[in-house]
């Protein structure tokens, strides 16, 4: 296994206090001038080259540097012995607590610990003079010193660390927070423009398809009328809700243009204008208290779910009867549309589903059920009523809290 390159700081460490040692050596300044030594002076260069060479593998190794050391001060024991030597141990236990494992780093300061009160004691028991003390202190200096200031350090950088991963997260949470809220406004303004032009472009379809179809001047006439009805409408909701749009982005509250169940007659005899020449017939039940007042989103949410209804009964629904009922209990409002379901003479406006999406969505926000299909129709076959309908049926719950007060 190769070794990484050493740090430049590293390399740094080391050229410096070999340089020292090297200094010390030749002057003859050793760190036990008194007392004879086992071993000349010559051989403290040994010790103090490998305490050198390990500086540089401090952080790639920490751990066989600080074992490896201390067999290199031990040895250093045996000869005059160098200062230079002892400093540099000292930063391999400091570079050991820092940069090993985080089990070493709760075990070397307590060990070290350990070992600087076995030399005040031993040095205290084996002199038995006030010189021991300063033994003790220098052995503190060398060994318990280090780890304990390593120990912080280290601590102080995981701080760091951790405070600065929680930062980046903040940050994260925070941008995926913003996606999804322009994501979910994106949506809400494709729902909305989507219920307030296709009602009038579908009217519009249909109509210009039965002008082109048809050789009669009075059918154009009555058909280009009511295409200039639906444009110059479907241009004052356009600029409505661009209006709202330009408001939000401003800063400023959304106005209380929003529309509300009271809307839905209206909505009914629009559709009834539109649908009559291609044999719809519209009807609307509405069980409902007038006085009473439903929560907004609520109210919203229904408005255009019978109003994408009514747009998809325009664009392919066979002649017959177009029913609207809408029936508000105490925990939920009930809306459904049946519209027949079968061949029509009159060519069908395309189709994407996106309404049928958008209604879902709507449904879905206010956690409530919502069902779109081909059904078998009530009595079907015993009057000449059609067989099949398509149905829309939405259930919006009614929260007890969201419930606004009857207006007095």
Same mark, same amino acid.
């Given at each position: 296994m190769s070794l990484p390159r050493p740090h430049r700081d590293d390399v740094t460490i080391a050229a @410096?206090?070999?340089?020292?040692?090297?200094?010390?050596w030749f002057l003859g300044l050793h760190a *036990? %001038?008194?007392? %004879? /030594?086992? #071993?000349?002076?010559?051989? &403290?260069?040994?010790?103090?080259?490998?305490t050198a060479? #390990?500086? =540089?593998? *401090? *952080?790639? =190794? %920490?751990? $066989?540097?600080?074992?490896?050391? $201390? @067999? /290199?001060?031990? /040895?250093?024991?045996? $000869?005059p012995g160098s200062i230079a030597t002892v400093v540099m141990f000292a930063d391999l236990v400091y570079a050991a607590v820092v940069y090993g494992t985080p089990a070493a780093a709760r075990r070397i300061p307590v060990i070290s610990g350990m070992i600087t009160i076995g030399a005040f004691v031993g040095f205290l028991a084996w002199l038995q003079e006030p010189a021991a003390l300063l033994l003790g202190m220098v052995t503190a200096l060398v060994v318990f010193a280090p780890a304990t200031s390593g120990a912080v350090v280290r601590n102080h950088r995981e701080a760091a660390d951790a405070a600065r991963l929680r930062a980046e997260q $903040?940050?994260?949470?925070?941008? &995926?927070?913003?996606?999804?809220?322009v994501t979910a406004e994106r949506a809400r303004m494709a729902r909305e423009l989507h219920d307030v032009v296709a009602n009038h472009l579908s009217a519009i379809a249909i109509h210009s398809t039965a002008a082109l179809s048809l050789d009669d001047g009075a059918t154009t006439r009555r058909? #280009?009328?009511?295409i200039r009805e639906n444009s110059v409408e479907g241009l004052a909701e356009m600029r409505r809700l661009i209006g709202l749009l330009r408001d939000s982005g401003a800063g400023g509250a959304e106005p209380a243009a929003t529309p509300t169940l009271a809307g839905l007659r209206s909505l009914v005899a629009q559709a009834r204008v539109n649908g009559t020449p291609n044999g719809l017939s519209f009807e609307l039940r509405q069980a409902d208290d007038p006085g009473r007042r439903l929560p907004a989103p609520v109210e919203l949410a229904a408005y255009r779910i019978v109003q994408e209804s009514l747009t998809n009964a325009l664009k392919h629904a066979a002649p017959g009867p177009v029913q609207v009922s809408v029936a508000s209990g105490e925990r939920a409002l009930t809306v459904t549309v049946t519209s027949p379901f079968g061949p029509r003479p009159e060519p069908r406006a395309p189709g994407s589903r996106a309404g049928l999406v958008g209604m879902e969505e709507r449904v879905a926000l206010l956690d409530g059920d919502f069902r779109a299909g081909p059904e078998e129709a009530p009595g079907a076959g015993?009057?000449?009523? %059609?067989?099949? @309908?398509w149905q829309v049926r939405a259930v919006l719950p009614l929260r007890g809290d969201d419930r606004e007060p009857s207006a007095a």
């Open positions: @410096i206090w070999l340089s020292v040692g090297l200094v010390l *036990r %001038p008194a007392g %004879p /030594a086992l #071993l000349g002076p010559a051989y &403290m260069l040994v010790p103090l080259v490998v060479g #390990l500086e =540089l593998v *401090r *952080r790639a =190794l %920490p751990h $066989t540097a600080l074992l490896a050391g $201390t @067999i /290199a001060l031990a /040895a250093d024991q045996l $000869t $903040t940050a994260l949470l925070a941008e &995926m927070d913003r996606v999804q809220a058909a #280009l009328g009511v015993a009057d000449g009523g %059609p067989g099949r @309908i």
